[in-house]
């Protein structure tokens, strides 16, 4: 039965606080193979549900679109504020037939700026780094209540409760630059609140201490509850000067940083100093002093809704302790027991900790990712020494306590717990929970080698430990966001996510902090005005265009091209206007230049770790401006600019002649690392082969070079290298990178028994480096086969590559379309001569199978079966099954082209 599910808008299902300037609405369909096939698709939108039939809708009614069959862009009048809007879908096929989607909701956010009556409001007293503030306000209800909504932002991190019930998610609001776009959440909390008394409170973080992976800005904390009564009346409550502020708050104020980054700042708390009924009714006003106004420029912090969905409690870790012993405390204090607990792998998130409770003893949770050689902690955040990263409790003295230490992340394998006199058993006393941005994970793999399964795991493990709030390179030393990193985690995340919201945030925070040269931070949003952290990285700009043009591919979605073509242009324009006028190339510029990471082997001509003195072009630079330059003439055609569409293309054609002509050793047939050197690198010709900047006559060579060169790609190149030999006929050899389980690689180190993948080839760097995890990629879309072959997978591709050794695989992936998924299998010892392929194809998709024969010309020997009814014998098509549109024999493999449905395939004679 075909049905019409998965009804979204900005990617969620009945989301609170929508932005009705830029409404990103989508669905799914669902017809099974043999039914009549959608042709059309319309969408409903009213303020009350029983106003959703054709003629009826007040709102919009789309018509029939026959261009669109999952996803419209909004048509209709312009949608108020904080109001519940119903929708649904109707879908018709060639036969006429049309059936209808259940009714969905959203509920529309606060986007007139005018709409935002609460003020920005802090403590009275003098600013500190890591400062706390606990807020709270009784309000009267004054009857039953129909709606409510919240609205609420903090700089930076917050916690919201209703009469002491905690409201909303972990790592909110997600960092930006707060002049550029200050993210609100955004609650339907009607369930939440009765007529009468309420309290409304929140505790505040404001970090301030000018790091890494944050905007300094001002403290404040801003809330507005708006609330409509059953009898239609409406009333609005917001933070001002009259909220309260609680004065002696159980979080200590000025904490340490956890190293000089000025990232994820101690928790140090005293459960003493706090009355548990500070967020409930009639709390004792003489505790409390009234708040101030926070100094923050509200007509200069614009307010947007986070689309990004909140940190979730992802899973629960029972540690198992793997040491015990009574030490000697400082300066002659008493021995002190140190427990020492693993966790079995990296985490990202923090302990909770469930003890019966003494008065005035201190808890520390102090975590790494190693230990030392006696057994305990290692005082390091990854490999940089931090006396530092730890949280502490301080007892009130209750029969049960539990704690958690949330309002930051902290990422560890082993946590030491100091300070508590008792054995804490694992799991009933402490537990250690993995948060992670709530994308829903949708992709899947399984082979018959377990070092496969294994390393996929692994690599998806490090995604879920490196998006918290935003995508970052690591959870522990950095926990920045950084455009490399985030362009190569795209890899895994697009296919086994639902991550556009968390990518999109990566291109509108850099969009927003653009240079005004038209380069970017090296990570942001950042203190970039601080000196630690004034860097840029040149080859890291060019990322952007290879970024959103990834996304466009990935959903299609053409307005992400609107939204960011000017930011992609501005950068673009900037490297093309250095270049050097006698070889047509960019040269070594401002920054610090990276070609490969981490211990790269590329040779610049000069330190290229150091502001180089040198400025002779080097290859990587110039091919990723290529590459950029050619993505930007094409985004330019898809969005109407044809003027530049024309002179990029130009450009584009320019820069690869000054490439070859420049940096290519046609006696060899190699590119150079640069015009500096003489190098000749595996990598460098590995990531010009992947871009189409060889020489067609000499392709072959270069294919046959890196197949065969020993590894001298680190993570950065290594990429490109998989995909130049994957898609030039060296699949055995990208396999064997993939899967050896000897130094170097990926499969080395899940070999060592790692769980999360390292920062680069050594375990001596990062152990959770996010950037490390597209194998999982790589086996999806080129062992099992699956590719996009068309903007939001329109068509598709499957592929599959067989390797020796490898009996079977599948994989599912996540496409807006809903969960395209394949596996292949061989044939047992009675049956070697012969492979099954199953595959789901969503509605709405068209895919070809690509199907090998393992024989030179084995066309004539092959037998193609579906759903046991033979498609090919004797060399020729001899019938189609249902959705089978076509097959025929090319370059050793018989294609099939299939519509959407489920297939079940069996090659035989190969």
Not at 159 to 167: M, P
Not at 815 to 824: C, K, R, V
């Amino acid at each position: 039965m075909a049905l019409i599910h998965h009804l979204h808008v900005d990617g969620q299902d009945s989301p609170t606080g929508i932005d009705v300037t830029d409404l990103q609405i989508s669905w799914q369909l669902d017809y099974a193979r043999g039914e009549a096939q959608p042709v059309a698709a319309q969408l409903l939108l009213a303020t009350r549900r029983d106003l959703l039939s054709p003629g009826q809708t007040d709102i919009w009614d789309s018509g029939m679109m026959t261009g669109r069959l999952t996803d419209c862009r909004y048509g209709g009048p312009e949608l108020q504020d904080c109001t519940r809007y119903w929708w649904k879908v109707l879908a018709r096929d060639v036969k006429g037939d049309v059936i209808a989607s259940e009714p969905a909701t959203f509920l529309t956010g606060l986007n007139d700026a005018e709409a935002w009556r609460a003020q920005w409001i802090w403590k009275p007293g003098e600013l500190q780094i890591n400062d706390f503030a606990y807020f709270r306000k009784d309000i009267e209800l004054r009857g039953p209540i129909r709606q409510a909504l919240l609205f609420a932002s903090a700089h930076h991190a917050m916690r919201l409760f209703i009469d002491g019930s905690r409201i909303g998610g972990y790592g909110s609001p997600a960092p930006t630059n707060p002049e550029q776009r200050k993210l609100y959440t955004a609650y339907e909390v009607t369930s939440s609140l009765r007529p009468g008394k309420v309290c409304l409170a929140a505790i505040a973080h404001y970090l301030g201490g000018g790091g890494q992976n944050y905007v300094d800005g001002l403290p404040g904390f801003r809330l507005q509850l708006e609330v409509i009564y059953e009898d239609g009346s409406s009333e609005t409550f917001g933070t001002d000067e009259s909220w309260q502020i609680v004065q002696e708050i159980p979080h200590a104020c000025g904490t340490p940083y956890q190293q000089n980054r000025r990232v994820s700042a101690i928790e140090d708390y005293d459960a003493r100093k706090l009355d548990p009924a500070w967020n409930r009714t009639n709390f004792a006003a003489e505790a409390c002093q009234q708040a101030v106004p926070s100094g923050i420029p509200a007509h200069r912090w614009p307010m947007k809704r986070q689309r990004l969905q909140e940190g979730a409690e992802a899973e629960l870790i029972v540690p198992t302790l793997v040491k015990q012993a009574l030490t000697p405390g400082d300066d002659g204090a008493p021995e002190t027991l140190r427990q020492v607990f693993d966790a079995g792998q990296i985490l990202s998130g923090w302990p909770r900790i469930t003890l019966s409770g003494i008065s005035g003893a201190t808890i520390r949770l102090r975590y790494s990712e190693d230990l030392d050689e006696h057994g305990f902690v290692k005082h390091h955040v990854s490999n940089e020494t931090s006396h530092h990263y730890y949280d502490q409790y301080t007892m009130r003295g209750d029969e049960l306590e539990i704690w958690q230490p949330d309002f930051s992340y902290k990422a560890f394998r082993y946590i030491e717990v100091t300070g508590y006199p008792e054995t804490i058993r694992p799991g009933e006393q402490l537990s250690l929970v993995l948060a992670y941005t709530g994308m829903a994970e949708l992709g899947s793999f399984d082979s018959s080698d377990e070092l496969l399964n294994k390393l996929y795991a692994a690599c998806i493990r490090t995604q879920k430990n490196n998006v918290l709030g935003q995508i970052v390179d690591c959870p522990h030393r950095e926990q920045a966001q950084y455009l490399a990193d985030s362009d190569l985690q795209a890899e895994t995340l697009l296919y086994n996510f639902d991550a556009r919201a968390a990518l999109e945030k990566v291109l509108t925070d850099f969009a927003g902090g653009q240079l005004d040269d038209g380069t970017f931070p090296f990570v942001y949003p950042t203190n970039y005005d601080k000196p630690d952290f004034k860097l840029q990285i040149p080859e890291w700009d060019l990322h952007f265009c290879s970024l959103l043009w990834k996304l466009y591919m990935h959903t299609g979605d053409d307005r992400l091209i609107v939204r960011y073509y000017d930011t992609a242009r501005r950068m673009v324009d900037y490297y093309l206007g250095i270049r050097d006028t006698n070889s047509g190339l960019v040269p070594l510029d401002k920054g610090w230049h990276i070609s490969d990471w981490p211990y790269p082997s590329v040779d610049h001509g000069s330190n290229s770790l150091e502001q180089e003195n040198s400025s002779a072009p080097f290859a990587v630079q110039n091919m990723k401006l290529h590459l950029g330059v050619d993505v930007l003439s094409r985004m330019a055609g898809l969005i109407g600019r044809d003027w530049d569409a024309a002179h990029y293309d130009a450009e584009a054609r320019l820069l690869r002649e000054a490439i070859v002509e420049s940096l290519y050793d046609s006696a060899a047939r190699r590119f150079r690392s640069g015009l500096g050197t003489g190098q000749i690198h595996q990598g460098i010709n590995a990531l010009a082969l992947h871009l189409g900047l060889a020489p067609a006559g000499d392709a072959a060579d270069i294919v046959d070079y890196i197949a065969n060169s020993p590894w001298e790609s680190r993570t950065v190149l290594s990429l490109p290298l998989l995909r130049a030999l994957f898609e030039n006929g060296q699949g055995e050899a990208a396999y064997r990178l993939i899967s050896k389980e000897s130094y170097p690689g990926w499969g080395y180190m899940i070999s060592q028994g790692a769980p999360t993948m390292w920062e680069g080839w050594d375990d001596i760097e990062s152990h959770c480096h996010a950037w490390n995890g597209y194998p999982a990629r790589m086996l999806q879309e080129y062992v099992v086969g699956i590719r996009s072959m068309a903007p939001g997978f329109a068509e598709a591709e499957i592929a599959p590559f067989m390797p020796e050794g490898l009996s079977h695989a599948s994989a599912a992936i996540s496409t807006p379309l809903g969960a395209l998924s394949a596996g292949w299998e061989r044939g047992t010892q009675e049956s070697p001569n012969e492979y099954r392929l199953t595959l789901h194809v969503p509605t709405a998709m068209k895919a070809k199978l690509v199907l090998p024969m393992f024989k030179p010309d084995g066309s004539s020997n092959a037998v193609l079966l579906e759903s046991e009814q033979t498609l090919w014998a004797n060399g020729t098509a001899c019938g189609l099954t249902t959705g089978v549109r076509g097959i025929e024999y090319v370059n050793g493999c018989l294609e099939v082209q299939i519509e959407s449905g489920t297939y079940d395939f069996v090659m035989k004679g190969v």
